[in-house]
């Protein structure tokens, strides 16, 4: 099986080019063995590429566990270069199909090559029982979420996925934020408040425009971007009144530009992909 590597600022998967090649015959089986950063290729996960009856192409995307995930906003602009660079849709305008539905792609081309991508991610998903979450609240805006002692004020959105931003202060990265990450995140993943799991993010603001942020995703631990989960961050900035309509979210991997249109109430966001390499697993 044909493989390329490929990211969107750190958050890394194992792409699959099912236009051209036979679908894995069983994909979460497959995402676990390739995850493996030690006996496997390593990634957050892995992307199947494959053929759309409504797109250009469909994006179906399995973490590290081996679950699969309905949306992956890192993902799916390296699936757009992926579609580019690699013959499938020669096109700087790209529609993806994704378990949120069809989504639309606009490539920034340099030389033949995509090097950053923006993305229509839609409308943020409010009600409570789409996200969904017990909290209350359509969405939940401020609501208070007890963990391992510790009280949090969370704010809830869905992408696509599921998303509770926390917001903490400098106090928070400065004694060990990867090891709060690490200590809290499983815990709020599959807190009860939360019936499909969920993505958890822990976000310090800066200004209106400015947040930096550490993420524990679902089924895949923590990892140095969450594209949907920088688009919630932005929302939840909005409801909660910390933050504007366009943000610059600094994650470890790198920087994305959101913004929540008041037009079309659609989230828009804008990032790298880079493709790191590619390779063959053995299949038999």
């Known amino acids: 099986m044909k493989f390329t590597k490929m990211h969107g600022i750190g958050n890394d998967y194992v792409y699959v080019d099912c236009v ?16 493996d950063r030690h006996f496997g ?22 973490n590290a566990d081996g679950s699969e995930s309905e949306m992956c ?8 270069k992926f579609v580019h660079d690699h013959g499938i ?27 950053r991508v923006r993305v229509n991610m839609g409308a943020p998903i409010l009600a409570s029982r789409d996200i969904p979450t017990t909290l209350s609240g359509d969405p939940p805006v401020n609501a208070p979420l007890a ?25 928070f990265f400065a004694t060990g934020g990867r090891d709060l990450v690490a200590e809290l995140g499983p815990k709020i993943e599959r807190h009860a408040a939360f019936p499909r799991r969920i993505n958890a993010h822990f976000v310090k603001v800066h200004s209106p425009t400015e947040v930096t ?23 939840a900035g909005v409801l909660t009144g910390r933050g504007g309509r366009t943000i610059v ?7 994305l530009e959101l913004e929540w249109s008041a037009a079309d109430n659609c989230v828009y966001m804008t990032g790298p992909a880079t493709e790191v390499f590619s390779g063959e697993w053995p299949t038999a």
């Open 249 to 255: 979210a600094h994650l470890p991997g790198g920087d």
């Open 213 to 235: 942020m550490r993420t524990w995703e679902r089924g895949s631990g923590i990892t140095l971007a969450c594209g949907t989960g920088a688009c919630a961050v932005c929302v």
């Open 20 to 35: 051209r090649q036979k679908l894995p015959a069983d994909p979460a089986r497959l995402a676990v063995a390739v995850s």
């Open 41 to 62: 290729i390593g990634s957050d996960g892995l992307i199947l590429i494959c053929p759309s009856e409504r797109a250009d192409a469909r994006m179906r995307m399995f």
């Open 89 to 115: 849709a020669t096109k700087p305008h790209l529609t993806i199909e994704t378990g949120r539905g069809v989504l639309a792609l606009d490539l920034e081309v340099k030389n033949g090559t995509a090097e």
């Open 147 to 171: 963990v391992e002692g510790r009280e949090f004020a969370a704010t809830c959105v869905s992408m696509g996925n599921p998303h509770v931003t926390l917001y903490v202060g400098e106090e």
């Open 73 to 80: 906003g890192n993902g799916i602009r390296c699936v757009a």
